[in-house]
């Protein structure tokens, strides 16, 4: 029997199916509703005497030609590919030696550092952005995708902390104690062993990292003015629409062929990215 | 001893790197948003004169400003309101292994997962003034005539509603799985030794499985109200702040203030008016990540 009591007597299984049924289609439609527009023609798409629901005309794959052919699309795809990678890069470097010096060799200072650490993720790029955008300008980095790799670790960096140093606590620390009777000196231990076997909480990092990077909205509109150096975030909900034209069907496309494999890695590591909110208050 | 010391030493060489880098940018631009809140910096000037209050005193005269921070508390309650009672029911529904969980997790969790602005363009289509699908089914049913069919998002009041669902639609798998997560760490004879004693499904659940989630569901209100009253995306996206106004926040406000409108001084002053509630909601989660280590 599972945790609910009465689990599989016939009222709650009822409201499991009609709870289940009426959300996934709340929560789901929107995306499958990009699909659909996605392979319509245009006619079919602005006849308001078509059913929506179904193809009154033969699908067509004239707006994922158009999205892939004659916009910034793919461009916005390699930059949001290259400014994740970078910022994954500079969250790596700098969060994981971090999240194990608070782990392990500031003693009780750790846990206060860990907490102030992760309150500054509270605070919202809403509140920053403005002066932000001043900082970037100095830095010589306004229009440059180079902004918001600079820009975006201020959020991923707290967060990675938070994870790695949860991760890093479970690991016994007689694993370093011993290579190091054995003649390794801590930072060795931390590089030989620690790094390896924490691969699976820095593959959460570097997931969540660029997952939040693929998600940035305000920051990137922020900074970046040309149309060619946006991200996928900004560039597809801003700059695929031309004055007032809004061309529907690639729009569509668009948002479905970026969100999907984003939707799919992060739903596999999205377990672990909870854990970083709940520590603490599950047991 | 010497070998702590030494530990000590490291700690700090490891951490530096990291707290430099937020110290430079968060810190900074922080302190900036507080200087700037009560100076007089625009786009493109050199000096800074202070002029305390002055542009706090100007918006809080400006309707629009007091528009602002009414749809913000409107948005941030309503959302949150409708997100925590959703996923209540959702994650009872989920806790249980049946067959295709996996699947209907992945539906369930889209929203989430996607990127915001993008699922917020999905939605701008659905309740676009023409070719709404919503109308559509409604005209269908007869709910609503073809010529008079509600313009979503051109209307003040179903602006509002329409930017407060369409928040929650993005919030809830959040707070879905968090909830889940909680409900899992439940141990499993409790409720259990409830049903044997003849307490019914709802009793044990109100009674019993809720009491023993409070923690874990105020994670999930405090989380959401952050990521809620901070946000612009879906405003931005769905209505720029308009019609005339009417679902304005102040995220959204300082952005067509402080950056469109170049006025970075009363932007951030605009912005500041989001510090008190970050500040409870901090006190707040340290209240009870204090209380979890004493339990």
Redesign the interface.
């Known amino acids: 029997?599972?945790?609910?009591?009465?689990?599989r007597?016939p009222?709650?299984r009822i409201?499991?199916w009609v709870?289940?049924s009426v959300?996934?289609v709340?929560?789901?439609?929107?995306?499958v509703?990009?699909a659909i527009?996605s392979f319509k023609q245009t006619s079919d798409?602005?006849d308001?005497e078509n059913?929506?629901?179904l193809f009154n005309e033969m699908p067509t794959l004239e707006h994922v030609e158009l999205l892939l052919g004659e916009t910034l699309f793919p461009r916005w795809l390699l930059n949001t590919a290259f400014a994740g990678t970078m910022v994954v890069l500079i969250t790596l470097?700098?969060?994981v030696?971090?999240a194990?010096?608070?782990a392990?060799?500031?003693?009780r200072w750790?846990e206060r550092?860990g907490?102030a650490?992760f309150?500054?993720y509270?605070?919202?790029?809403?509140?920053?952005?403005?002066?932000?955008?001043?900082?970037v300008s100095i830095l010589g980095l306004q229009d440059s995708l180079w902004s918001i790799i600079?820009?975006y670790?201020?959020f991923t960096?707290?967060f990675s902390?938070w994870l790695l140093m949860a991760f890093f606590k479970s690991i016994p620390s007689e694993l370093e104690d011993a290579a190091m009777v054995d003649g390794l000196t801590?930072?060795q231990a931390f590089l030989r062993l620690v790094i390896p076997i924490s691969f699976s909480g820095i593959l959460t990092v570097v997931i969540f990292t660029f997952?939040l990077v693929?998600?940035e909205?305000?920051y990137a509109?922020?900074f970046i003015s040309s149309a060619s150096n946006q991200t996928?975030?900004?560039g597809?909900?801003i700059y695929l629409v031309r004055g007032d034209v809004?061309y529907?069907g690639s729009?569509?496309a668009?948002?479905l062929i970026?969100?999907?494999p984003?939707?799919?890695f992060?739903?596999l590591f999205?377990?672990r990215f909870?854990?970083g909110?709940?520590v603490?208050?599950?047991? | 001893m010497g070998l702590r010391r030494d530990a000590g030493r490291l700690g700090a060489a490891m951490f530096a790197p990291a707290l430099l880098y937020i110290v430079a940018l968060v810190g900074t631009p922080l302190v900036l948003a507080f200087l700037y809140s009560v100076g007089n910096v625009k786009v493109g000037s050199v000096g800074y004169e202070f002029v305390g209050l002055d542009n706090f005193i100007s918006v809080l005269q400006s309707p629009t400003f007091r528009g602002a921070l009414l749809h913000s508390f409107l948005f941030t309650v309503g959302a949150q309101l409708i997100v925590i009672i959703s996923a209540n029911i959702l994650a009872l529904a989920l806790v249980d292994r049946f067959r295709g969980r996996g699947l209907v997790r992945f539906f369930i969790l889209l929203p989430w997962v996607a990127p915001i602005s993008l699922g917020a363009i999905g939605w701008k289509w659905i309740l676009d003034s023409i070719y709404s699908v919503i109308n559509w089914v409604l005209v269908q049913l007869h709910l609503v005539e073809p010529f008079d069919a509600p313009m979503w998002l051109g209307e003040g009041a179903l602006a509002m509603l329409s930017v407060i669902m369409v928040h929650a639609w993005r919030m809830l798998p959040f707070s879905t799985v968090i909830l889940l997560a909680g409900l899992t760490a439940i141990p499993k004879d409790i409720p259990e030794a409830a049903a044997v004693d003849g307490a019914g499904f709802w009793r044990t659940h109100f009674q019993i499985t809720i009491p023993m989630m409070t923690p874990i569901i105020n994670v999930a209100v405090l989380f959401g109200v952050v990521f809620t009253f901070t946000d612009m995306t879906v405003v931005y996206i769905l209505t720029r702040g308009g019609p005339y106004n009417s679902t304005q926040v102040l995220p959204s406000l300082a952005f067509f203030t402080g950056i469109l409108g170049g006025d970075l001084a009363e932007g951030a002053a605009i912005s500041v008016f989001l510090v008190p509630i970050l500040v409870v909601i901090a006190w707040l989660m340290l209240r009870l990540a204090r209380r979890a280590e004493v339990v």
């Open positions: 029997m599972g945790p609910v009591a009465g689990g007597r009222p709650v409201f499991r709870a289940l959300f996934s709340l929560l789901a439609f929107p995306f509703w990009m527009t798409l602005y308001v059913n929506p629901f470097l700098l969060a030696p971090a194990y010096a608070l392990r060799l500031t003693g750790g550092l907490i650490i309150l500054t509270l605070i919202p790029p809403t509140l920053l952005f403005i002066p932000m955008s001043r900082v600079v820009v670790p201020t960096i707290p902390i801590r930072f997952t693929t998600q909205f305000v509109l922020t996928i975030g900004v597809v909900p809004y529907w729009l569509m668009a948002c970026a969100s999907l984003i939707a799919v992060y739903n999205l377990d909870i854990a909110f709940t603490g208050a599950v047991k």
